[in-house]
């Protein structure tokens, strides 16, 4: 039987602790298990933003364009995140959304194999990655088509001679179920297809190896476990064997070979550089910045490991504690995402009971509910007093009173 003791040494064994105090925490007993959300604010976030506006904005103005580095952002941030992806220095850029990194290097994926028109996904898949496909399908008309796996059933099984890209997520947004990418990613490369990567709800919790998966391209977020902040800039990877090849889909003034001649004709940048397309979000930019200084102090596997030590023990403590509960994650670490999910009937209103209870998780439809497991900021007390809550919450039963409201 777990107890609270061992919770508590498990915490003071922890080499990662003292980075906690670098994060604004919850006020009073909250405790914040949607990191998947929204990740926690670095505690020098707010100066820095006021620095760039103060210095940067109202008296540089122009000149900090170069004084402060702010052009030079998409590709020093890109180089901070690759060690966490299992990428090189040059393969990450930083810029726009993950929507629409993911709708750019898909079509170049097409390009790449011109012949070869689908895309392979899941049905099952992040549905904004099926929106975004489905566009591009509905754009190109009979040179794209979108063929969904059945979500029972292997991608692997489903990859064919007209396959141009598969493009999976490497964490399922509900279950937490973690796909196998070196597996998946050979399997494409035999059947001569790219392989593409969301990497959304894994960078910056659960280790990731790009390159000895031999990925082709990959995407993702940094508001979620990176803490980068709400509306943060995503991250895109192109293999270094790609970079040349990619025609951009988006050829704008930044991707330019040449940004300040000013030609008339494009000619994209030789490196990762061509995948940018208009003017950085300097703000954002700017507060994404203090979350990577920290991670920049941390080893990548130190992370992995406390996320394994936080994700077991709240897999045990639900068995111990919460008996009934019906555990939607795979029972292995080494199959699962960033979170925990639990599948329960009463869907939001649960949530929202857990957040009147102090205990902030999200819902996704139909039933499952999801705790994410931020290491950098999560201690495992905190886990034990949340499925405590959870314990409590269940055998009290007034939450099938509770509108859901924002709970979702």
Known sequence: MITYQQCEALDRADPLAALRDLFHQPE???????????????????????????????????????????????????????????????????????????????????????????????AGNFPTDLYVAQ???????HDCELHLVPEDDDPADHLKEDTAILSMSLVDYRTSRRHDMARLTA???????????????????????????????????????LCGGPGAPAFLYVAQRHQRAVQ???????????????????????????????TPPVLANAVLETALDIWSTVAPQAVYDKHASLS???????????????????????RRGGHISISHAGGAALVEALAQHGVICSHRAPDSIRFGLGPLTLRHVDIWDAVGRLKDVLADGTWSDIDPGLGV
């Open 135 to 141: 566009g591009l399908r509905d754009f190109l008309g």
């Open 28 to 122: 009073g007993d909250r405790i914040y298990l949607d990191a998947n959300s929204v990740g926690a604010m670095p505690k020098a976030a707010p100066e820095r933003l006021l620095q760039v506006m103060r210095q940067g904005w109202s008296h540089d103005r122009r000149r900090s364009w170069s004084t402060g580095e702010w052009l030079s952002a998409p590709t020093r941030h890109g180089d901070r995140i690759a060690p966490l992806i299992g990428a090189a220095a040059g393969e990450v850029l930083v810029c726009d959304s993950t929507s629409v990194n993911l709708f750019k290097l898909l079509a170049a994926a097409l390009k790449l194999r011109h012949g070869r028109p689908v895309i392979l996904s899941e």
């Open 312 to 334: 077991r023990l709240m897999v045990d403590l639900l068995g111990q504690r919460c008996p009934d509960v019906n555990l939607a994650s795979p029972h292995g670490h080494a």
């Open 248 to 278: 951009p889909v988006l050829s704008g003034w930044m991707g330019h070979a040449a940004q300040f001649d000013f030609a008339t004709e494009y000619t994209p940048a030789p490196d990762i550089r061509r995948q940018l397309c208009g």
């Open 187 to 225: 399997a494409a490369h035999q059947a001569g297809a790219l392989a593409l990567w969301d990497l959304s709800h894994a960078a910056g919790v659960i280790p990731v190896d790009l390159n000895a998966a031999g990925a082709d391209f990959a995407v993702g977020c940094t508001y979620k476990y």
